[in-house]
């Protein structure tokens, strides 16, 4: 038996009560995981109030993220006590997540615990925390260096904000924030943040496909219109790591940026990233991510809180990672 919180769907409405269920409910996969610790993201907040679409089968058990430890393991590459990190590949969505004592799913979704992090810390990080990683690269990778200027981070206080900020403060970029809420700025700069300016400066449209160059690259955790806003301050050659769409998913722009500065888009979505990039990317927070910065984002919570939290994260109430602690 296992506790969870269970969603159930009835008449187009959704709701969540945490129950006793037998271990032949969970889902198929090789890998049976003792859950120790979650995490609660934007996706999580669409998902507990029956939003987006994004759960096509009910009763259904929430959660994109999940820690623990391996139980029972038909997969060649784990064994029984061995400690795993889950992230992306839409569990929480079509398949039952981490919002439970147990989990069953595929090995090949797994990457083992980098040394030295414990299941909380793994789990502070999360999605959000993994995808900040893979904007960084994505940045560095297409030749971003600390002495080529500013670098904006837009969403500052959400989850893959505060750990782009974390990250890339501590790699010598001077890092400017964006944020919809004045009271965060303290919080980000503690972060490592150089200056935190109003969202409503990046994103008011002025009507010209260029603007004066500002940002030599940024990460941007919230698409629609501050995506399309932020393109033409780009500077020459500069590029966008975009990997959120909670400000929607039309981009009115021009090709302008593109053409004339060289501007580039970088896509960046963590399910799709193939199980080495997973590696290197963990490997690289465990060096890159001061943990002392992590600790200070963390928000614990229990299951039963979850509703609540969900809500809230919705409102763009919830700073920095709500960590899940299933108490076991």
């Not at 994260?313 to 076991?328: A, F, P, Q, S, T």
Request: net charge neutral; aromatic share 4%.
């Amino acid at each position: 038996m296992f506790k969870a919180l269970l969603l159930q769907e009835k008449d187009g409405k959704v709701t969540s009560a945490i129950e006793d269920l037998p271990d032949d409910r969970l889902p198929p996969g090789d890998v049976l995981i003792r859950v120790h610790n979650s995490t609660l993201n934007y996706k999580d907040g669409l998902v507990l109030n029956g939003l987006g679409k994004l759960v096509k089968t009910y009763p259904h058990v929430g959660g994109v993220d999940l820690a623990g430890t391996v139980l029972e393991s038909q997969h060649a590459d784990y064994k029984a006590g061995d400690q795993v990190i889950l992230t992306g590949w839409r569990v929480g969505e079509v398949h039952w997540g981490g919002y439970a004592e147990k989990a069953r799913v595929k090995g090949e979704w797994l990457v083992p615990l980098p040394h030295g992090l414990s299941t909380e810390r793994a789990m502070a990080i999360g999605t959000a925390g993994f995808t900040a990683m893979l904007c960084v690269m994505a940045l560095e990778e297409h030749g971003l260096r600390p002495d080529h200027g500013d670098v904006l981070v837009t969403g500052a206080a959400g989850g893959v904000g505060s750990v782009a900020t974390a990250i890339l403060a501590r790699l010598g970029y001077r890092v400017v924030c964006s944020s919809g809420r004045a009271d965060q700025a303290d919080y980000l700069k503690s972060l490592g943040a150089a200056e935190v300016i109003d969202r409503a400066t990046i994103a008011a449209p002025s009507g010209k496909p260029l603007e004066s160059e500002r940002w030599a690259g940024a990460v941007d955790s919230v698409g629609g219109a501050t995506l399309a806003a932020i393109l033409p301050q780009m500077k020459y050659k500069a590029a966008v790591a975009a990997c959120g769409l909670a400000g929607g998913t039309k981009l009115e722009t021009t090709v302008i940026p593109f053409i004339i500065r060289g501007v580039a888009l970088l896509g960046v979505d963590s399910v799709m990233a193939p199980l080495m990039r997973r590696k290197v990317a963990w490997a690289r927070l465990t060096k890159d991510l001061p943990m002392d910065k992590l600790d200070a984002m963390i928000h614990r919570a229990k299951l039963e809180e979850l509703p609540a939290l969900g809500k809230a994260i919705l409102d763009g109430k919830v700073r920095g990672r709500v960590v899940v602690d299933l108490g076991v």
